[in-house]
């Protein structure tokens, strides 16, 4: 275990009561992405790992929520790359089975979500799941504003034509 600095101290503290404030939202983010509760925990916890584990790579406590949703985001895009036969062969299963019909709508606006490819989907979560500011994104995802407002616009153009279908 390393020693940690005074400063780094103090970022920790801020770090684990960010996350305390915000772990509500982490998980409906991580959920998002994969659709089951044991799995979404998982990785935020393991965000959460990756994070103290890192916190001597934060340069400017201000940032700390988009230093942090990236980290998210990144164990998300992980964890979905590296289960992607399990949730394919939990999917088949899924759509084999009876269905609610109040619930179907938002099975639909899921399964288009997850057609989308990573970039699209994830803007769309931080927009309309997470209700994040444009240039808050932009800044988690290290882009420019308007490079996210074209992948915005291309998801949503990308979803009306996958539920209409």
């Not at 970022?11 to 044991?38: G, H, Q, R, T």
């Not at 808050?136 to 308007?146: F, M, S, T, Y």
Request: hydrophobic fraction near 35%; charged fraction near 35%.
């Amino acid at each position: 275990m390393k020693l940690l600095s005074l400063g780094e101290k103090i970022k920790e503290k801020k770090l684990k009561n960010y996350i305390i404030e915000n772990k509500n939202s982490f998980y409906k983010i991580a959920y998002k992405y994969v659709n089951n509760k044991p799995d979404a925990l998982d990785i935020v916890q393991e965000s959460i790992l990756k994070s103290l584990s890192k916190i001597d790579k934060l340069e400017n406590i201000d940032s700390i929520k988009s230093w942090f949703y990236t980290i998210l985001i990144n164990t998300c895009i992980d964890y979905t790359r590296q289960n992607k036969k399990y949730t394919e062969i939990v999917e088949k299963v899924s759509s084999d089975t009876y269905i609610d019909r109040d619930i179907e709508a938002d099975i639909d606006i899921q399964m288009a979500l997850d057609n989308l490819p990573k970039e699209y989907k994830t803007v769309v979560i931080l927009r309309y799941f997470q209700d994040m500011k444009i240039s808050d994104i932009a800044k988690i995802l290290d882009e420019n504003i308007n490079t996210v407002k074209t992948r915005l616009y291309k998801a949503l153009k990308l979803l009306k034509i996958e539920i209409e279908e």
